[in-house]
C-alpha cells in the first residue's frame, strides 16, 4: 500500500511539472487526492521557488486527525532508493568501484567474494532474504529494540548456498541493503548521509 500511494505522489509530480499550461497545482493535487487516491505530504519545487507544500488524507482515520507538512511517515523501503543512489554519487567520487566485490568492503558473510556492490544494489546478489525469515519482524511494529546485525549476518551463513550465481537473477531482498551499510563503513561517507547533504542540504545554501 505504501509503495503505491508513493508512486502516485510521483506520477502525480511528474505529470505536473512536465505541463505547460497555468492551473492551481494546489486544485490538480486535492482532485489527486479525493477519494482516497493519495494520502500524504507533497512538497513541490521549481526554480528556487516552492510551488505547493500542503499534506492530504488523514494520518489517522480512526481519530480523524489530518496529515500536516510536519506529519512522520513510516518510509520503509523508501530509503532504499536513496541508498542506491548514494552508492551511484560515491562511485562517481571515486570512493566506491562497483564492480569491486563485497570481500573488499567488509567480511561479513562468508558469500563476500562473490557478490558485488552492484550485484547488491540491483538485488542480483543470490542472498537469501533472511529479514523475512526472522521471527522478530513478523510483527515489526512490536519492536522494542534494535535486532543486531551480526544475527541477521549468522542467519545468511546458515545457508548452503545462495539462491543462484550472483548477476544471473534478480530477487528482491532487504537484507542487501543491510549489507550495503554495513559495506559502506569504509568510506568516510555514510551513503544515506552523503546522499543527503549533497542533493537536499546543499539546497538550502
Known sequence: MLKTITALGLIAVMSLC???EKPSLQ???AEIASGANF???MLVAFNNQILVDTAYGFADDDRSIRNTASTIFPIASITKLFVKQAFFLLADQGKVKLTDTLV?????????????????LHHTSGLPDIHNRMPEFVNPWQLNKAVAASDLFEKID??????????????????IYLVLRISSKLSPERPLMFFCRKIFFSLTK
Open 18 to 20: 512536465t505541463r505547460n
Open 104 to 120: 573488499h568492503y567488509c567480511q561479513c558473510t562468508r558469500f563476500a567474494s562473490q557478490i558485488t556492490i552492484a550485484d547488491l
Open 39 to 41: 494520502s500524504g505530504a
Open 158 to 175: 546458515s545457508c548452503d548456498s545462495l539462491l543462484f550465481a550472483p548477476g544471473t537473477q534478480q530477487s528482491y531482498s532487504n537484507i
Open 27 to 29: 486544485q490538480q493535487l
